[in-house]
């Protein structure tokens, strides 16, 4: 099937509920004109940095007061509270066991019930992104709430008809209605970013990470600084700093954009010879960010220890990620699926600081830099030992999916357009996603 025939027999299949959400952002013309002038990845790179500089500038006031009313929380012998989980790898990235996360904002997860929001008390802080009734009535009960707006939830941002009815109604509040601060890091209500002629019907490469994973690391800096320093306040330099450092590594990995693009043409290729795209990752949840993603590549498989056993074949490739470099898991599954004639690509950084030398990207065949060796994190504070919030989840995220954009791009070149996945919080999600993945499921892609 051709890319021509697969755009139509989608948008056939769905109706004209996709058609009509196709016309919704306003996004079309901006990226139809940039489309022929830069690279896919390029472009994605270009919308984390509007979100960077939207979090670098008009939020780090609310930042600031928000971590003013934490510090005010735990001086008065309150507690901190987070919740902030939209977005694949999130719910693992702020664990608090997560090296270079202090603790400050012990993170809970999607199975988090009503009985946990029922501890929360007047002058307790809770810093969330999953609105809920639950969060109104904590806020009702005297507690400072810190909501992030996310594509996924009804909030101002959200064009009206753009979600679907099951996300529109969830819990009949707003971000607005249960935050007494809200903070917009700028995310679109699509997530994914890219206009793309053709798979009109969805914007492709999410980013929702660059959105809420700098923000919990800069609140996190801001607390942290103020709880060990006693006179800091009304200020965000460290939040500065940190969303900076992203900024200045996120440069770098853009400078890569040919070596990037040269591993998607990899890619391709492996696809034409009838090769299959896993991904796989330990000790955290990077992989996921990769696998049924809104705005994702369909034909992502997530790896298992037991498909490296019974299910990889020879030309398959995979894509391995890690924390830290020498992840002894990751670095044994590189080698096991060598052994079995898989290519392996690697995201991270080359050599964690401390490493010993066995690293991931030595058994990769295409390597991608991220620029953050650190072991712990990146920020320098008065007070503690080691440095804190890390960089790796966020600049994985970035890495990735600049990536999956130049192997999208490369893909429709070679007249092979992939399936993308379209967010079920979207009018006509579900419907398109049931097409989409009976194409894949037969063609492979």
């Known amino acids: 099937m051709n890319r021509r025939d697969f755009t139509k027999t989608v948008l056939a299949a769905c109706g004209a509920g996709i058609s009509a959400y196709g016309t919704v952002s306003g996004q079309e013309t ?13 472009l994605y790179y270009e919308k984390a940095c509007e979100i960077w500089d939207r979090e670098s500038m008009s939020e780090l006031p609310v930042l600031a007061e928000a971590a003013d ?33 202090p603790g400050y904002l012990p993170n809970w997860t999607r199975q988090t019930t009503d009985d946990s929001y029922n501890l929360i008390g007047k002058d307790d802080f809770l810093f969330f992104d999953y609105a809920l009734p639950r969060v109104k009535a ?10 992030i707006r996310v594509p996924y939830l009804p ?17 009949n509040v707003t971000t607005e209605e249960c935050a007494s601060l809200v903070l917009t890091p700028g995310v679109p209500f699509t997530d994914g970013v890219l206009y793309i002629p053709e798979i009109p019907a969805v914007r492709a490469c999410p980013i929702s990470v660059q959105g809420a994973g700098p923000l919990y ?18 200020t965000a330099v460290k939040a500065l700093e940190y969303i900076t450092s992203i900024k200045e590594r996120g440069e770098k990995i853009k400078s890569d954009i040919g070596h990037i693009d040269d591993t ?34 369909a034909m992502c498989l997530l790896l298992q220890a037991e498909d490296a056993v019974k299910n990889v074949k020879p ?42 030398g066995d690293d991931l990207a030595r058994e990769a065949k295409y390597h991608i830099e991220t620029y953050s060796p650190e072991r712990d994190g990146i920020l320098g504070l008065p007070g503690f030992d080691k440095k804190l919030c890390p960089a790796t989840g966020v ?19 070679a007249n092979k357009t992939p399936g993308l996945y379209m967010g079920v919080h979207l009018m006509g999600g579900s419907e398109y996603n049931q097409v989409v993945r009976a194409i894949v499921d037969q063609r492979g892609y």
Request: proline letters at 3%; aromatic letters at 10%.
């Open 217 to 234: 690391w800069m609140l996190t800096a801001e607390i942290a600084l103020r709880h060990r320093n006693p006179a800091v306040s009304g």
């Open 69 to 101: 009313r934490a510090i005010y929380a735990l001086r008065n012998g309150r507690k901190l509270y987070s919740h902030v989980i939209f977005g694949h790898m999130l719910e693992a990235e702020f664990r608090s066991a997560r090296a270079g996360n």
């Open 138 to 147: 904590a806020r009702d009960r005297g507690a400072f709430t810190v909501g």
């Open 395 to 413: 600049l994985y995220a970035l890495t990735l999916w600049m990536l999956n954009s130049q192997f999208i791009e490369q893909m429709i070149g």
């Open 30 to 42: 901006t990226f139809q004109k940039a489309s022929g002038k830069k690279p896919f990845g390029v």
């Open 264 to 297: 998607a043409r990899f890619m391709v290729q492996s696809v034409i010879n009838g090769g299959r795209y896993w991904t796989f990752s330990a000790g955290c949840e990077m992989a996921i960010e990769n696998y049924i993603r809104a705005s994702g590549l």
């Open 155 to 171: 909030n101002m941002t959200i064009p009206d008809g753009a979600l679907s009815p099951t996300y529109r109604l969830y819990g």
């Open 315 to 356: 030309g398959d490739f995979a894509l391995i990620a890690g924390e830290f470099s020498d992840v002894r898991d990751n670095v044994e599954m590189a080698r096991l699926l060598k052994s079995k004639g898989v290519s392996v690509i690697s995201i991270g950084p080359a050599h964690t600081e401390g490493s010993s």
